[in-house]
């Protein structure tokens, strides 16, 4: 047969419970989907475990998963994969950390942790002026992220990611990076001694200057947290033998996506908040797999209406998303295989994500309906897909799509 | 969310295959059950593989898997937790046996395993007379069990488990302990004399001459079997981040618990036995859910009416655990997750424990209701929670009662 294309759509934080003030049925159980509900009664449903039962996953291990990879395998922390969604991938060794420009006083006390939420242009002055550092033969990459955020890489030999997070997470003195482990004794004095090269270059900075004028906190810091090495992890296309991209808003999942080999591919207007253009999105990833033979692509919105407990304003995220849907059913290629899915739920009553199975369905030409023609969570756990690991989508996808290897002759 | 209690509720031996005299339907099918029907159709309904596809459990090794530990990491033997269940916990790496009292000849061939069934308040006597003694170097504990039943903790170094029995489960001569492995050599050579010396001390001792007065079996030794080490478990609260109680009448289930950690609270007229009483004991479980995060309840008496391959009476302990679900149904606090499930199938027709996977419902707010309305075998079968293992419940009941930490960010 010949080898199909495979869509992934991940409708982050989509799954929920059943909430109250829908009289007790889901966002998604409440919301109309026509498109949705003609995939799940032309293809077939399940629920998934993304990381096991029970088990909360974040974005970042739930894309791993859903990419194929175990988790508990890669999965290193936040730093480099937060890194990567800035387009600075590491090498497999190199540490990496999240960094705050933050306020401090001349005793080292946090007066602001976001600097004011300084943004770009600013940050991007005040990081070119902390670039090209080299401390103990351990070369320093700073590049700043959204708002007020940055990271920090590092890059030589004897480097551990066991050390302590600078941040102090509130507004007091800020902590020495202290080493977890003996390894991590170089890594701790590198760290430190860029914290404090941060201030003496950053305190009085012509753009420091500008803002004390304008009334506002210097950025006169950086402050790193969440270290990670960079893990070593099998190329998508080297473990899938087919080509792979991405499409995201959030930095979080371009940056699971890069690490992983894919191409991050930026579409306008595609946000990562409640304003992404989802159809923008859709039309790119559909455009997408006429030269990609796998695309996966993450809708942020119904997490973040999760996130704020409006239950009423997730419902009406799903409809666009349903609206979505309708595209990819018009648009995509004949013969794609398409799964939808979301990477965790996000309850309204959690307003953070659970450990809660989602719904998956996948579709595609030649597919066994099973019986279920609703996409919900209660539809979907009675689905001929049964209930399954978020890690064994991707081979069954790559089986439907003709891409399987045979183990065994 | 704010942190809910869970309560387990473990009906023991509950489930079974298709009954001939009750028309081939499974004693929990011809049962009425109109308070586990209510939680199955308020809830989610699933089967469990308590240890896995076809395994039998035993109860011990099923509650360390409800427990949410792996079986095959931390079983070590029944000993250990026989032992526990006495209130006799050991430290990490103590042997300890189950042992009987038991009659021999001067030949030391067995007469009778359980000396006449001797119990309190004769075994209290003569464990009294076996306190205090030393071995090698290695300190020896005794403690009555159940009626003709005590057990041997042996605590020292270079100690092993790899020992056969003394006891040889026959009316033949009693066997001298084997060391299975090099390193056990020191512990058979101590069993070895710990049960020369149980003869001496007890051979005349003033209860046995009472006995033979009587024309009683003297109890004139202490027959070892069993042998296990106590394991590495990290302990419940540890491992959970909650408190833990359990409400047990049967000694084994109490040492699993106890070993694990939970605090096992005494209840009046919990025997284990057909005759306990069940309403005592919910009502018991659900005062401790005022002061512990959570509790398992064990009740034995379906196991117990299964072992008899009293189809009829398993259908009358049914009724009489559906009146006890009424009870937890009106009385639990608000919010409770709840849990009901077997340790174990224990068939009429095998008339012991088998590994055909068990019926599980769960039960919370905001629970997402499956199809199944019906709390049995078959029904569950069909449940919206799929097919489990024993070890994943605690995980997706901590999860539903917002106690899971996540992995990833």
Request: aromatic fraction near 4%; glycine fraction near 10%.
């Amino acid at each position: 047969m010949q080898p199909r294309k495979i869509l992934v759509v991940v409708m982050d934080g989509l799954g929920d419970r059943a909430v109250k003030e829908l009289h007790w049925k889901t966002p998604l159980q409440s919301a109309n989907r026509p498109n949705l509900n003609w995939f799940a009664e032309h293809g077939a449903t399940g629920i998934i475990d993304i990381i096991g039962p029970g088990v909360r996953p974040g974005s970042d291990t739930s894309h791993l998963a859903i990419l194929g990879y175990d988790p508990y395998q890669v999965y290193t922390g936040r730093g480099p994969f937060e890194a990567a969604g800035t387009g600075l991938v590491g090498e497999r060794g190199d540490v990496a950390f999240r960094c705050n420009f933050a306020t401090v006083d001349q005793n080292m006390v946090v007066v602001d942790r976001r600097a004011g939420r300084i943004k770009e242009p600013d940050t991007t002055m005040l990081v070119e002026s902390l670039s090209g550092m080299s401390v103990d033969g351990v070369e320093i990459v700073v590049k700043e992220a959204t708002e007020h955020r940055a990271v920090l890489l590092l890059r030589g030999k004897g480097l551990s990611a066991k050390v302590s997070d600078v941040d102090p997470h509130t507004e007091t003195k800020i902590h020495e990076a202290q080493a977890l482990e003996h390894e991590a004794k170089k890594t701790a004095k590198v760290v430190n001694h860029f914290v404090q090269r941060s201030y003496e270059l950053l305190k009085d900075h012509p753009v420091n200057q500008r803002r004390r004028r304008e009334g506002k906190p210097p950025a006169n810091i950086l402050l790193p947290r969440g270290a990670g090495v960079f893990p070593d992890i099998q190329p998508f296309e080297e473990r899938y033998r087919m080509t792979g991209a991405c499409v995201a808003g959030v930095s979080l999942i371009k940056g699971i996506c890069r690490v992983c080999g894919l191409d991050v591919i930026e579409v306008e207007g595609a946000t990562g908040g409640l304003d992404t253009d989802m159809v923008a999105k859709a039309k790119a990833a559909i455009r997408l797999l006429d030269t990609y033979d796998f695309v996966l692509m993450n809708v942020k919105a119904a997490d973040v209406a999760s996130h704020d407990g409006d239950a009423d304003l997730k419902v009406k995220v799903i409809e666009r998303l349903d609206e979505m849907a309708g595209i990819i059913r018009s648009d995509m290629p004949e013969g794609t295989v398409v799964a939808f899915l979301a990477d965790h739920c996000t309850p309204i009553e959690v307003k953070d994500h659970s450990g809660d199975p989602v719904p998956l369905l996948i579709y595609c030409q030649g597919m066994v309906r099973d019986a279920n023609a609703s996409y919900d969570e209660a539809s979907c756990a009675h689905g001929g897909l049964g209930r399954l690991r978020g890690k064994d989508v991707l081979p069954i996808l790559i089986d439907k799509a003709g891409r399987s290897e045979k183990f065994g002759a």
